[in-house]
């Protein structure tokens, strides 16, 4: 029995959690003090800590009539990534459902988010100040803030929650209109944990650091890498390049994950010269394509370090394609990595490699949205996930993606993809950033809009339309190349880092 934690101690191996709670008993057996997430300048949390905060909100949770099934909104800011662990596995021991919210959503969006999923209350942490305000939530629904329910204390627990009880729902980015509520199971969330130390992931790192928002994708797959890496999770209040860059190349950490506009960030800020970063053997991808320039820029800033990028969504985690970056595959994103990977045509059927078809994503346990029948049977299909994306594979199984079905570029005969366009774009010097959007034209229908934000010490009539055209001649077909091109300070960004290619879209004029 451990002293500190009440928790039997465990031999070495232990059979596979079914259920995140147990997840967190069985880390907590092997590693009572050990730091499991550190946020830089303000505090840590151990998975002793992190255990017995859990049982204490789980216990005060359910004497504030919190029953299993009820839906519990969890509005957390980036400093207060530790309340949000313990707030997240309380409300999952209480046989609950955890609602991870950014609390940078806009009072609509927060107010839809807390309606559509019939949330019973709303669990915050003090914001931006110890006093902070609670966040705006729809009439008849309780705010409660953590501080208060910890200091309740305990009593008997709940009866476990099962596998297969819904544990999560996570809203998605909206990227293409109204968000869905993904809904996830105690099974799907621990599938693949580990149930031995030696199997503990990023064994190479003493920590690994990320500055992925609460309530995102990328910011619970952080969260659930706390629970079974290795190292722990390190991340900061804010990021900036300057801050970002001096834990980047701090002792012990070894993994660095990043979303594309991050790296740009990063590069671009100069922050990382003349820092030593041979310490870091690792350098994750995910949320957005990263394309092969950036990915070769990282490369050459983190010599040691394996350049990966990961392809999944909230709806299919965490079934996956894993990429480790090979310039003799520059555009590839990868193969299947803890699921299946399969193009079809649009009845669902297999199509052989190198036909472009729907790419689909399969996992044990798949998630569902969450009160939406109909979209559910049109994404999710025996165990299969539609992920929007056209793509096709190559002889050797590897993923290389078209686009985003809503992000083809129709002009005239042609379908033009904007990742094609985005990739070579970001080869230009003078390019920071780059999107490629349809723009009417007044023949073809449509035609390719690039919108580009200009690289740290390049001037914006570098990237006029006539030297932008002649730098992509040789490296796309006439009809790939930009009829119009927009410069601007910064591309509109969601809280996952995927550019709101709606909203550039607008920023054309129509054509004279």
């Given amino acids: 029995m451990s002293p500190a934690t009440g928790v039997p101690r465990r031999p070495a191996a232990a059979p596979a959690a079914r259920t995140v709670p147990e997840l967190l008993d069985w880390r907590c057996a092997l590693h009572p003090d050990r730091v499991a997430i550190e946020v830089h300048g303000v505090g840590q949390l151990t998975f002793a800590d992190w255990r017995v905060g859990s049982l204490a ?75 902070g305000p609670a966040p705006a939530v729809p009439a008849g629904v309780a705010p409660l803030a953590l501080a208060d329910l910890v200091a309740d204390g305990t009593d008997a627990p709940a009866p476990p929650p ?57 910011g619970q ?31 012990g950490t070894g993994t660095v994950f990043l979303v594309p506009s991050m790296a740009i960030e990063l590069l671009d800020s100069g922050a990382l010269r003349a820092r030593d970063t041979s ?57 299947p990595a803890e699921g299946q990977l399969m193009i079809a045509d649009e009845q669902g059927r297999p199509l052989p490699p190198g036909s472009v078809g729907e790419v689909w994503l399969r996992c044990p346990h798949p998630r569902s949205y969450y009160r939406d029948g109909p979209a559910t049977e049109a994404t999710f299909r025996q165990g299969w996930v539609r992920m929007g994306d056209l793509g096709r594979l190559d002889a050797d199984g590897y993923l290389y993606l078209a686009d985003r079905h809503q992000d083809m570029i ?24 780059a999107a490629a959007v349809a723009v009417p034209h007044p023949v073809l229908g449509s035609a390719v809009g690039a919108v580009l934000v200009p690289r740290a010490g390049h001037a914006p009539h570098e990237l006029a339309l006539p030297a932008v055209r002649a730098f992509l001649s040789d490296r796309l077909a006439d009809y790939q190349l930009p009829a119009r091109v927009l410069v601007v300070e910064a591309l509109p960004r969601n809280e996952a880092g995927k550019v709101l290619k709606r909203a550039l879209a607008a920023l054309f004029d129509p054509p004279g």
């Fill in 162 to 218: 099962c596998p297969g009880d819904l544990a999560q729902i996570l809203y998605t980015s909206g990227t293409t209109g109204r968000p869905k509520g993904v809904g996830a199971s105690h099974a799907n969330l621990v599938a693949g944990a580990p149930n031995h130390p030696r199997r503990l992931a990023l064994a190479h790192s003493e920590r690994f650091l990320h500055a992925f928002p609460i309530g995102t994708n990328a």
């Fill in 279 to 335: 310490g870091v053997m690792l350098i994750g991808s995910t949320a957005a394509a990263l394309a092969p320039a950036v990915a070769t820029r990282l490369a050459a800033t983190f010599p040691a370090a394996t350049i990966v990028n990961y392809y999944s969504s909230t709806e299919a985690a965490p079934a996956q394609t894993v990429m480790v970056f090979d310039p003799a595959r520059r555009a590839a994103v990868g193969r």
């Fill in 221 to 251: 797959t952080m969260l659930f890498n706390a629970l079974t890496a290795k190292p722990a999770a390190l991340t900061l209040p804010r990021f900036t390049p300057a801050r970002f860059a001096r834990l980047v190349t701090a002792p």
């Fill in 57 to 131: 909100v789980a216990a005060a949770l359910r004497r504030a009539g919190v029953t299993p099934g009820d839906r519990i909104a969890l509005v957390f800011a980036a400093r207060e990534w530790t309340g949000y662990a313990v707030a997240y596995c309380a409300v999952l021991r209480a046989g609950a459902v955890a609602v991870p919210l950014s609390d940078r959503l806009a009072p609509a969006q927060l107010e839809y988010a807390v309606r559509h999923c019939a949330a019973r209350l709303v669990l915050h942490g003090p914001l931006t100040a110890p006093a």
């Fill in 410 to 433: 129709k002009s005239g005969a042609f379908k033009i993809s904007s990742l094609e366009v985005e990739a070579a774009l970001h080869e230009h010097p003078a390019v920071g950033e």
